[in-house]
């Protein structure tokens, strides 16, 4: 078609179908070319020319190979293929919960890093004394959404709290809320009669870090739910550049994910209402336990766990997407 990039929107959609089918094709190389290798180490073996524990390193890759495919073909829904709009807050506890609220931030920036997603922080709200109380983290790549889906929901805490001066046992909350962060491929509708904006000045804690331009952005939406009726007051912040129309630009994408979430949870509540026995959906439900004295971290969902607090808190979280996405991924709805 030698018009083909005449319409940006269109050629747009179709490469990223192009590059959807490529992933399959060289994935499906990738574990091909694996089990051919180990068809060869096999003889060789077996012909004193390789030694087991080549053939074993060998194995333990292609079964990787394998899994990863596996685990890619669970992510088939529209929206799992896209970005992640992530934001964190605080439970009650004060500066203990505040402070576990800014550990989850940083485990999933470290998760991110090395996955090789793109992140920013779109806005975040510093704590009283330590920690944050908020924070929104935008997380550009492909599937990055079909992913971290496992991990919206309440994140609890035990600990012996370094803010607690008699050295008790504390127990602190933080929720986590995942949104597709939803590109131009995506249609989204909003009406701009319900739109309202303010601007405020943003910037550092204080002195002369504090922004003295306007830049910070405050979007409003009164949206009134479809399908129930009920109206709500959407607010948004955004303070990620000094540059004000950025900003505003910004908001708007979040909106845009706030909406199309909304659509999707719909459907969601729909699909557990049709399939009563299998697993329901619950957004706000506790799903996993930290605790660190004890050395255990627990997903009471699946019932993964591990005592391997430190990787779990730099980042290593794999497993517990993995296992999730094994034992929920097939009982969600295909469009």
């Known amino acids: 078609m030698p018009d083909f990039w005449e319409h940006p929107k269109e050629a747009q959609i179709q490469m990223k179908k192009i590059k959807d089918l490529q992933a399959w094709i060289e994935g499906y190389k990738e574990v091909e070319d694996a089990v051919d290798e180990l068809e060869l180490a096999f003889d060789y073996v077996k012909e004193g020319e390789l030694e087991e524990s080549e053939l074993d390193a060998m194995y333990a890759s292609a079964i990787e ?4 495919l596996e685990l890619r073909n669970m992510l088939r829904r529209e929206e ?21 609220a800014s550990m989850l931030m940083r485990m999933y ?23 944050i109380k908020s924070c929104t983290i935008n997380v550009e790549g492909d599937f990055a959404y079909g992913y971290l889906k496992s991990e919206n929901g309440v994140h609890r805490l035990v600990r012996v709290s370094p803010y607690n001066a008699q050295g008790k046992r504390m127990t602190s909350f933080a929720s986590v809320f995942v949104t597709p962060l939803v590109d131009d491929t995506i249609e989204v509708k909003i009406d701009q009669g319900l739109l309202s904006w303010d601007t405020f000045r943003s ?9 003295k331009v306007e830049s910070g952005v405050r ?68 799903i996993r336990s930290y605790v660190f004295d004890d050395r255990r971290v627990k997903d009471h969902r699946t019932g993964h766990q591990t005592s391997d607090v430190g990787g ?24």
């Open 312 to 335: 779990v808190m730099d980042g290593d979280i794999d497993a517990f997407i993995k296992a999730y996405l094994m034992e929920f991924a097939g009982t969600e709805q295909q469009d």
């Open 219 to 286: 979007l409003r939406y009164q949206f009134t739910d479809p399908y129930t009726g009920e109206k709500e007051e959407i607010l948004i912040e955004n303070t990620e550049t000094r540059d004000q129309p950025k900003n505003k630009e910004n908001a708007l994408r979040h909106l845009r994910s706030i909406l199309y979430e909304k659509e999707l949870q719909h459907r969601m509540q729909e699909q557990a209402k049709i399939e009563a026995g299998k697993m329901k959906i619950e957004w706000g439900s506790q």
């Open 203 to 211: 910037g550092g804690a204080g002195g002369q870090n504090v922004n």
């Open 109 to 131: 920036l470290r998760w991110c890093e090395e996955h090789g997603y793109k992140t920013s922080i779109s806005n975040i709200l510093d704590g009283d004394e330590a920690g």
């Open 65 to 68: 190979k394998i899994e990863k």
């Open 80 to 100: 799992d293929k896209l970005g992640v709009v992530l934001k964190i807050n605080s439970g009650a506890g004060g500066t203990e919960a505040q402070d576990w």
